[in-house]
């Protein structure tokens, strides 16, 4: 082989990692939301079971408030898909702190995180921060700082409002969601399972439940890996003739 082939042949393959170490790093920075372009409406599912640890993927900042001091803003993603918003408004009007809750899918450049009233809220990656955008999805041009950075954290335990179906089974309890599908294990409740037997008579079936909860994470009664649980904080309200549709 003459020297100018072989210095054409290291050309290409010199050119051929660099394009396999970008790609590589693009992947590395979305890790968490994938490497494929999808579309805002297709959710991003996990590629396979994994041990829930105490923090996914969390971040928080304080963002503009235009009529606060700031909102202290703590995000959480977890790989089945949900994520989890805590938001403390700081000088602002009581009550000043409120959870949010849904689903997360991700485009080619943005995370989309659509909450349980079906609204959406846009972030994109800057490094490893988050960097929120407008209601459309696009950059906020202000010289005021968007940007949430990562964190280890807990997640937050500000009740939110759910609105699902409840059902207890060989010692077990399971809420199914409505505005996300997500099926979650409820934490130990004796009274939420007495009222359930209540509601539900000598038919054994999924009743619809309306509670204030949170998530936590605990250990697996089988397994002692970690899992996600709902914990509700309130006494909620079952309603055998209704459904997550009505």
């Not at 590629?47 to 304080?62: A, F, I, N």
């Not at 936590?216 to 909620?236: C, S, Y």
Request: hydrophobic fraction near 35%; proline fraction near 5%; charge should be negative.
């Amino acid at each position: 082989m003459t020297a100018d082939k072989q210095k054409e042949n290291k050309h290409k393959e010199t050119s051929v990692n660099r394009a396999i170490l970008a790609v590589a790093a693009g992947c590395t920075l979305f890790a968490l939301f994938g490497c494929n372009n999808r579309n805002e409406t297709e959710m991003v599912q996990p590629t396979q079971v994994e041990e829930l640890k105490p923090m996914q993927q969390s971040w928080r900042g304080v963002l503009p408030c235009a009529d606060c001091e700031g909102i202290e803003t703590s995000l959480f993603l977890q790989k089945d898909g949900s994520w989890v918003m805590n938001q403390r408004y700081q000088g602002g009007k009581a009550p000043s702190v409120f959870g949010t809750y849904g689903n997360w899918a991700r485009t080619a450049d943005k995370l989309v995180l659509t909450d349980s009233q079906g609204d959406k809220t846009y972030f994109r990656a800057k490094g490893d921060a988050l960097e929120m955008l407008d209601q459309e999805g696009n950059p906020i041009e202000s010289s005021l700082n968007y940007t949430l950075q990562p964190v280890k954290a807990p997640l937050p335990t500000t009740p939110m409002a759910m609105r699902g179906m409840y059902k207890y089974m060989a010692d077990a309890a399971v809420f199914t969601d409505c505005a996300t599908g997500k099926e979650v294990a409820v934490a130990s409740n004796a009274q939420l399972e007495r009222d359930y037997a209540a509601a539900r008579g000598t038919e054994l079936k999924p009743i619809l439940l309306v509670v204030e909860g949170h998530f936590a994470l605990e250990p697996n009664p089988d397994t002692g890996a970690a899992q996600k649980v709902l914990v509700t904080n309130n006494k909620g309200k079952f309603s055998a003739d209704k459904g997550c549709d009505e």
